[in-house]
């Protein structure tokens, strides 16, 4: 809209910074303010109690509806600015959880080391972890001839040796066949296993010893050395 100097007083084109008849600059208009409901956007008056657009009423705080909210949201592209940042971190933490998953799964079991177990006047190299059980040690004695047994344990797993000596004018060899089993090597030397009743024997000669160690699982024997 067209306005006039406020030095000489002459017409304006719409627009313009100065006047073309004096030069003077022209005062930009005044910026028309209004007010707008907080539940709908809508332009108000001043005067107004309620808004015409929505109903709201204007003198009381207004709720901000949850629809509102959401609206402004898709509106302002918030969501699309931080969905790649998003993505990457949920990417970064699910491959975190695989790896520490994998990890642990194909992580070794721990070395226990081994020790030895002496039985008599014999050794076996055995498992590091298991413990012997005081009462199970046990020496008999028959003439001239003893038998020294005595048992250990990891808490799951038992190893029960026993080591007898053989009376003079026995065949050892014939002692251990009569154990019974199947002739093969194990725990470095040659003998009979034997499966017996949920338990495994190994039972075999070494000069004037017969030496039977039973388990309660077979994989446990591989785990045992004849030392002598």
Do not use: W
């Amino acid at each position: 809209m067209a306005g006039y100097c406020e030095n000489c007083g002459a017409e304006l084109r719409d627009g313009s910074k100065f006047c073309q008849e004096c030069g003077s600059e022209v005062s930009p208009e005044p910026i028309e303010e209004h007010n707008y409901c907080e539940n709908c956007g809508a332009s108000l008056e001043d005067s107004e109690n309620f808004c015409e657009n929505c109903g709201a009423d204007l003198n009381t705080p207004q709720v901000v509806k949850k629809e509102n909210v959401i609206e402004k949201l898709k509106k302002s592209n918030i969501l699309k600015k931080y969905k790649i940042p998003i993505i990457i971190i949920a990417t970064v933490v699910i491959v975190a959880v695989i790896i520490y998953a994998t990890l642990i799964i194909t992580a070794p079991e721990p070395d226990v080391g081994t020790q030895i177990a002496s039985v008599g006047l014999n050794d076996f190299i055995i498992p590091g972890d298991y413990r012997i059980d005081p009462s199970s040690i046990d020496v008999d004695y028959t003439g001239y001839n003893a038998v020294f047994s005595q048992g250990y344990s990891n808490g799951e797993e038992l190893i029960y040796i026993s080591v007898m000596n053989i009376p003079y004018g026995v065949d050892g060899e014939s002692a251990a066949a009569s154990q019974g089993g199947v002739y093969k090597t194990l725990m470095g030397v040659d003998g009979y296993y034997i499966e017996d009743d949920g338990y495994y024997s190994f039972a075999f000669v070494d000069g004037a010893y017969l030496n039977v160690v039973t388990a309660s699982s077979p994989y446990v024997l591989d785990q045992i050395t004849y030392r002598g």
